[in-house]
């Protein structure tokens, strides 16, 4: 006759085997995972130092450092300029500047730093995965390029001195 504590002791084993299953499964997913995130962020890195070089050349600018001239026409997925003293959020791609709408209104609010999910929300986009990730490539984006700041990570700000979408 079988004991209703063995049948117990049976099952559990059985679940903890799964567990462990799934658990190993769940750490070769995730190790993959950082590998991608790893490489898009290095391939991110490469591709924006490239993109400001482009820019650079084709605004005339030097080493030396000549100011760069104010595109005439702005078009979507153009370049985000390194922010310089005088250069207004107008030269930004319509998409970059809805962004730098909402995180100026933030700042006259007097709010916290916005994060991507809000941001993406406040833009009206679905939040999804894929939107609130080109999201957060546009803030880093911006970043990089002295538009805004991230005082903490995964918030951003205004950067000072920007005037943002006004």
Request: hydrophobic share 40%; with cysteine; proline share 5%.
């Amino acid at each position: 006759m079988v004991s209703v504590l063995g049948l117990l002791e049976e099952r559990e084993r059985a679940a903890r085997k799964r567990v462990e299953e799934l658990l190993a499964e769940l750490e070769a997913a995730q190790s993959q995972w950082d590998g991608w995130l790893v490489a898009r962020r290095r391939v991110g890195e490469v591709w924006d130092a490239r993109e400001t070089a482009d820019q650079q050349a084709a605004a005339g600018m030097t080493p030396e450092g000549n100011r760069a001239r104010t595109p005439a026409v702005v078009k979507p997925g153009s370049l985000v300029p390194v922010w310089r003293e005088g250069l207004s959020a107008e030269v930004l791609a319509p998409e970059y500047q809805q962004v730098m709408g909402l995180l100026a209104e933030r700042r006259t609010t007097g709010g916290e730093p916005l994060n991507c999910r809000e941001i993406t929300v406040l833009s009206g986009l679905e939040v999804v995965p894929a939107k609130v990730e080109g999201v957060r490539c546009k803030l880093k984006r911006l970043v990089a390029r002295g538009w805004a700041h991230e005082p903490v990570p995964g918030r951003f700000t205004l950067g000072d001195g920007r005037g943002g979408g006004s």
